[in-house]
């Protein structure tokens, strides 16, 4: 069994692992793209959309959401997109743009659209809550209600020269190049282990499959990252954050849904530029999950889903 037990053993989660017939794997097109999705829940109920975060240079999509999906699905009907480059999804037509987030979050605008359920529910991760911001300002009528879950990306705060101390553990000096062999269950480990308050979330059926899809991205991502590097890595990484110039974090007082926020106490990424993004957007609240890092869904996956669940509902 892969049921994740978490706060210690007194709670254990279904996860897309051990009950996969709860989950339907389906595919659509998105903007010419056949892109992959989970989905879960009733037809009748509210529509959720799970954005998830970078790809860590391995195409790892939607398979992080694993104790996340099905006890959503109890109160949604939940979609879990692979972005393009990611997952299942094909890889965007120009591959010096894999990876790239504005391209990636107009394919999930796309997704959105191709459901053809009108506005939804967002919930975006890292990479995935800039994601979910910029359709929230760019697409307001898309949204419904968004959660935006431990976002450097939007808050801006990894895009430095210096970067933030966990570089130094996973990243070759002063690049974004990852330092671990991502075709081992080891280097996978040891790179997405920082990101956890708990390494033990990442159960073996999830490194596996991590592992699966690294065979199949990690070749399409490496050239492209060093290349970026050694030309201009910063400016190359930081223009992509931008809606005509300026940064999302100085354009989320445009946001009109009601928001959460969600933060990792001792999360890699740090809290105090989440607080004063929080503190822009009109109609919002804030979470802060002790033991939990980068990866909150993870370390504290049944809080959780339950504080998502009730934030959306009530």
């Known amino acids: 069994m892969t049921t994740l037990k978490r706060d ?10 051990d009950n996969p017939d709860r989950a339907v ?4 097109v998105a903007d010419g793209y056949r892109t992959h999705c989970l989905e879960a829940g009733s037809p009748k109920a509210p529509p959720l959309v799970l954005v998830h975060g970078h790809s860590m240079e391995i195409g790892m999509g939607v ?3 694993y104790p996340t999906v099905l006890p959503l699905a109890e109160r949604f009907h939940v979609f879990a997109v692979d972005e393009i480059g990611h997952g299942g999804s ?8 894999l990876g790239h987030i504005r ?3 107009e394919h999930v605008i796309s997704f959105i659209e191709s459901l053809g359920v009108g506005a939804v529910h967002l919930v975006g991760q890292s990479q995935g809550g800039w994601i979910v911001a910029y359709i929230a300002i760019t697409r307001p009528d898309l949204v419904n209600k968004m959660v935006l879950v431990d976002s450097a990306s939007a808050s801006a705060s990894d895009q430095t020269r210096d970067g933030l101390p966990y570089f130094k553990e996973v990243f070759e000096p002063n690049t974004m190049i990852p330092k671990h062999d991502l075709k081992t269950k080891e280097g996978i480990r040891s790179y997405l282990g920082v990101f956890l308050y708990d390494r033990s979330a990442m159960i073996e059926a999830y490194v596996e499959r991590l592992l699966k899809l690294s065979f199949k991205w990690n070749d399409l991502y490496m050239p492209l990252v060093r290349k970026a590097w050694s030309e201009d890595g910063l400016k190359t990484y930081t223009e992509q954050y931008t809606i005509d110039g300026a940064q999302v974090r100085d354009l989320v007082s445009r946001i009109r849904a009601h928001t959460l926020f969600i933060w990792g ?11 004063e993004l929080y503190r822009k ?3 919002a609240e804030m979470h802060v999950f002790d033991k939990a890092g980068h990866f909150v869904w993870l370390d504290q996956a049944k809080p959780f889903n339950d504080l998502v669940t009730y934030f959306l509902t009530r």
């Open 265 to 275: 106490k001792q999360s890699c990424k740090p809290l105090e530029p989440g607080i």
């Open 25 to 28: 794997s389906r595919y659509l």
């Open 63 to 65: 398979d992080r959401w």
């Open 103 to 105: 391209v990636r979050a």
């Open 90 to 97: 094909d890889a965007p037509r120009d591959r010096a743009l």
């Open 8 to 17: 210690n053993g007194r709670s254990v989660i279904p996860t897309t692992f």
């Open 281 to 283: 957007v009109e109609d």
